[in-house]
Protein backbone atom coordinates (compact mmCIF):
# COMPACT_ATOMS: atom_id res chain seq x y z
CA UNK A 1 0.00 0.00 0.00
CA UNK A 2 0.99 3.75 -1.14
CA UNK A 3 1.95 5.89 1.37
CA UNK A 4 3.03 9.24 1.10
CA UNK A 5 3.48 11.70 3.95
CA UNK A 6 4.37 15.47 3.76
CA UNK A 7 5.65 17.69 6.36
CA UNK A 8 7.18 21.21 7.04
CA UNK A 9 4.55 23.27 5.74
CA UNK A 10 3.57 26.17 7.75
CA UNK A 11 3.39 30.36 8.32
CA UNK A 12 6.33 32.27 6.66
CA UNK A 13 6.91 35.78 5.56
CA UNK A 14 7.86 36.82 1.84
CA UNK A 15 11.23 35.97 1.49
CA UNK A 16 11.30 33.31 3.54
CA UNK A 17 12.34 29.96 3.04
CA UNK A 18 10.53 26.76 3.85
CA UNK A 19 11.97 22.53 3.04
CA UNK A 20 9.59 20.54 2.91
CA UNK A 21 10.00 16.49 3.37
CA UNK A 22 7.28 13.04 1.71
CA UNK A 23 8.20 10.30 3.44
CA UNK A 24 7.18 7.39 0.52
CA UNK A 25 6.53 3.42 1.49
CA UNK A 26 4.93 0.51 -0.05
CA UNK A 27 6.43 0.77 -3.05
CA UNK A 28 9.45 0.84 -4.64
CA UNK A 29 10.66 4.30 -3.68
CA UNK A 30 14.03 4.39 -5.71
CA UNK A 31 12.68 3.03 -9.23
CA UNK A 32 9.67 5.92 -9.44
CA UNK A 33 9.85 9.45 -10.44
CA UNK A 34 8.15 11.67 -7.59
CA UNK A 35 6.47 14.60 -8.17
CA UNK A 36 5.21 17.68 -6.03
CA UNK A 37 2.30 19.73 -6.70
CA UNK A 38 0.19 22.35 -4.78
CA UNK A 39 -3.02 23.66 -4.78
CA UNK A 40 -3.81 27.19 -4.14
CA UNK A 41 -7.96 27.86 -2.79
CA UNK A 42 -10.16 27.68 -5.69
CA UNK A 43 -7.37 26.60 -7.94
CA UNK A 44 -6.32 23.05 -9.85
CA UNK A 45 -3.46 21.46 -8.36
CA UNK A 46 -0.25 21.86 -10.51
CA UNK A 47 2.52 20.16 -10.70
CA UNK A 48 5.45 22.68 -8.94
CA UNK A 49 8.58 20.12 -9.77
CA UNK A 50 9.71 16.83 -10.42
CA UNK A 51 12.60 14.54 -10.45
CA UNK A 52 13.69 11.38 -11.94
CA UNK A 53 14.24 8.23 -9.89
CA UNK A 54 18.03 8.73 -9.79
CA UNK A 55 17.62 11.98 -9.09
CA UNK A 56 19.81 12.99 -11.80
CA UNK A 57 17.35 14.71 -13.62
CA UNK A 58 14.59 17.90 -12.41
CA UNK A 59 12.05 19.87 -13.92
CA UNK A 60 10.44 22.88 -12.41
CA UNK A 61 7.26 25.08 -12.79
CA UNK A 62 8.08 27.89 -14.51
CA UNK A 63 7.03 30.40 -11.36
CA UNK A 64 8.96 28.63 -9.13
CA UNK A 65 12.36 28.00 -11.43
CA UNK A 66 15.16 29.29 -9.50
CA UNK A 67 13.54 29.77 -6.24
CA UNK A 68 12.86 25.76 -5.79
CA UNK A 69 14.63 23.24 -5.54
CA UNK A 70 13.99 19.46 -5.87
CA UNK A 71 15.81 16.76 -4.31
CA UNK A 72 15.90 12.73 -2.62
CA UNK A 73 17.62 10.63 -0.77
CA UNK A 74 16.91 7.02 -2.17
CA UNK A 75 18.32 5.78 1.06
CA UNK A 76 15.82 7.13 3.41
CA UNK A 77 12.77 6.90 0.75
CA UNK A 78 12.62 10.36 0.88
CA UNK A 79 11.51 13.72 -1.53
CA UNK A 80 12.67 16.75 -0.82
CA UNK A 81 11.45 20.58 -1.71
CA UNK A 82 13.65 23.45 -0.75
CA UNK A 83 11.64 26.41 -1.01
CA UNK A 84 13.46 30.20 -1.03
CA UNK A 85 12.28 33.72 -1.77
CA UNK A 86 8.60 32.79 -1.03
CA UNK A 87 6.32 35.07 -2.14
CA UNK A 88 2.24 34.97 -0.97
CA UNK A 89 1.30 33.10 -4.75
CA UNK A 90 3.00 30.65 -3.39
CA UNK A 91 0.84 30.12 -0.36
CA UNK A 92 -1.04 26.55 -0.97
CA UNK A 93 -1.06 22.92 0.53
CA UNK A 94 2.02 20.89 -0.94
CA UNK A 95 1.94 17.04 -2.39
CA UNK A 96 4.27 14.87 -2.89
CA UNK A 97 3.15 11.90 -5.47
CA UNK A 98 4.63 9.01 -7.11
CA UNK A 99 4.17 8.97 -11.29
CA UNK A 100 2.62 5.63 -11.97
CA UNK A 101 0.11 5.56 -8.35
CA UNK A 102 -2.94 7.62 -7.67
CA UNK A 103 -2.44 7.99 -3.91
CA UNK A 104 -1.83 11.21 -2.44
CA UNK A 105 -0.64 12.10 0.98
CA UNK A 106 -2.57 14.38 3.74
CA UNK A 107 -0.81 17.41 1.87
CA UNK A 108 1.40 20.03 4.09
CA UNK A 109 0.13 24.03 4.12
CA UNK A 110 2.24 26.42 3.17
CA UNK A 111 1.22 30.40 3.95
CA UNK A 112 3.21 33.04 2.71
CA UNK A 113 2.06 36.28 4.47
CA UNK A 114 3.60 39.33 6.47
Known amino acids: QVRLVESGGGLVQPGGSLRLSCAAS????????MRWYRQAPGKEREVVAH????????SYADSVKGRFTISRDNAKNTVYLQMNNLKPEDTAVYYC???????WGQGTQVTVSS
Open 51 to 58: ITSGGIRT
Open 97 to 103: KALGFDS
Open 26 to 33: GFSFSTYV
